[in-house]
């Protein structure tokens, strides 16, 4: 399966400041996905990453809160826009493959404290 | 999506076996039912998938009846470190790529 690294893997940051967490996969895949999970909460799918278009954003989600950018099959970013505590959270980068039944697979995730 | 009901949290010793089982009772034909493990700081990691039947790899067993409204995975001989949360997911739906994680099953292993 594919290996998939986040950067950073932990942050504090600033109320009101903006970061942009980085996902780098060790291949080419079709399907790139950023998650959100909440202190002791499940994953909440943020948004599915398009190459060479814009992200597809699920309810609740905005493109001018959590930008994405794809340039390529094997990188995406996320970025966490002016950032409140609630914003607290691990942001988790999955890939998948075109064939939808096909397992993801996650990232270790990047773990966000605001203060 | 159809969506699944586990059991919030599970004890087990080690060396036992443990079976969780997910209830999915609106699953559509084309849904697979896939489990994930997550252990705290990590991303949730693959154990299984299945769409019938039994479904055996090196980590564990999945069982799914004919009528694939529930499904149970059993982990033969549990240790500490097996001590995770559990994740069992229907779908996605032909045509999404969406998957929708439930509350998961909280499973601890006791020595």
């Known amino acids: 399966s594919a290996v998939i690294s986040q950067k950073p893997s932990r942050d504090i940051c600033q109320r009101g400041t903006s970061l942009t967490i980085q996902c780098q996969v060790d291949s080419q895949v079709t399907m790139m996905f950023w998650y959100r999970q909440q202190p002791g909460q499940s994953l909440t799918l943020i948004a599915t990453a398009n190459q060479g278009s814009e992200a597809t954003y699920e309810s609740g989600f905005v493109i001018d809160k959590f930008p994405i950018s794809r340039p390529n099959l094997t990188f995406s970013t996320l970025t966490v826009s002016n950032m409140s505590p609630e914003d607290s959270s691990i942001y988790l980068c999955?890939?998948?493959?075109?064939?939808?039944?096909?397992?993801?697979?996650f990232g270790d995730g990047t773990r966000l404290s605001i203060l | 999506l159809a969506k699944t009901t586990q059991p919030i949290s599970m004890d087990s010793y080690e060396g036992q076996e443990v079976n969780i089982t997910c209830s999915h009772n609106?699953?559509?034909?084309?849904?697979?039912i896939t489990w994930y493990q997550q252990f705290p700081s990590q991303g949730p990691r693959f154990i299984i998938q299945g769409y019938k039947t039994k479904v055996t790899n090196e980590v564990a067993s999945l069982f799914i009846p004919a009528d694939r409204k529930s499904s149970t995975l059993s982990l033969p001989r549990v240790s500490l470190s097996d001590t995770a949360v559990y994740y069992c997911?229907?779908?996605?739906?032909?045509?999404?790529?969406?998957?929708?994680f439930g509350k998961g099953t909280k499973l601890s292993v006791i020595p």
């Open positions: 997911l229907v779908g996605p739906e032909a045509g999404s790529y969406q998957l929708t």
């Open positions: 609106n699953i559509a034909t084309n849904d697979y």
């Open positions: 999955s890939v998948g493959s075109s064939f939808g039944n096909q397992p993801q697979h």
